[in-house]
């Protein structure tokens, strides 16, 4: 699975949009971009997945660069729960052997 | 519907001392994982089951064993704890739906575990 790196952390404003990185410039063609994020010491959670195109959901939106080299995870309306640890990883057809690497902590404030 | 659901959610060992770690899903998923967690760390693979029948070392399989004893359920055995494998364990499993990266991990609420 392709190498993803992303800040160790950010802060953001309740109620503003928080942009969270990635960059994953060895990703294949096959490997889906994937986000989790984990709260407190939860198990992490799904948030959205794409491979090529932009992805909204209920929770975020995700914006991949026409090379897929980089992606961003919009939070829209950024909430004191969305505090939390969040994970992009990329995933491919023969992935079992994943890894989740730190992550990025966003600390939302009031 | 519980989705993974992990037995128990604390355990304190003493060194040398085995122990079993559950795991069950609900969901027919063909794949499951265990992946522990160190404090401010991510999630490190120890071992996974691809389906039932099979298993295979993750990252950091060293000191752990695994049964995919149907396929519900995964279990993880320590069977000679030291205080190096202090640490939060989940559990996750994948749908296998479809092309393999197109399935999301459904993770439970982990165990945590002290060695002392």
């Known amino acids: 699975d392709a190498k993803t790196t992303q800040p160790p952390s950010m802060d953001c404003a309740e109620g503003r949009a928080a942009n969270l990185p990635c960059n994953h410039s060895t990703i294949s063609g096959n490997e889906y971009v994937y986000w989790y994020r984990q709260i407190h010491s939860q198990g992490p959670q799904y948030i959205i997945h794409?491979?090529?195109n932009n992805e909204t959901n209920e929770m975020a939106s995700l914006i991949i660069t026409e090379d897929r080299k980089s992606s961003t995870l919009i939070l829209p309306h950024a909430t004191l729960r969305d505090t939390a640890v969040y994970y992009c990883i990329a995933m491919g057809s023969n992935d079992y052997k994943l890894s989740f690497g730190a992550g990025t902590t966003v600390t939302v404030r009031a | 519907n519980a989705g993974v659901t992990q037995t128990p959610k604390f355990q304190v060992l003493k060194t040398g001392q085995s122990m079993t770690l559950q795991c069950a899903q609900d969901?027919?998923?063909?794949?499951m994982y265990w992946y522990r967690q160190d404090p401010g760390m991510g999630l490190r693979l120890i071992y996974y089951?691809?389906?039932?029948?099979?298993?295979d070392k993750g990252e950091v399989p060293n000191g752990y064993n695994v049964s995919r004893l149907n396929k519900r359920e995964f279990s993880l055995r320590l069977e000679s704890a030291a205080p190096s494998q202090t640490s939060v364990y989940f559990c996750a499993s994948t749908s296998g739906q479809g092309p393999r990266g197109n399935e999301k991990l459904f993770f439970g609420s982990g165990t945590q575990l002290s060695v002392l």
């Open positions: 794409g491979l090529k």
């Open positions: 969901m027919n998923h063909n794949s």
């Open positions: 089951s691809a389906s039932e029948g099979t298993t």
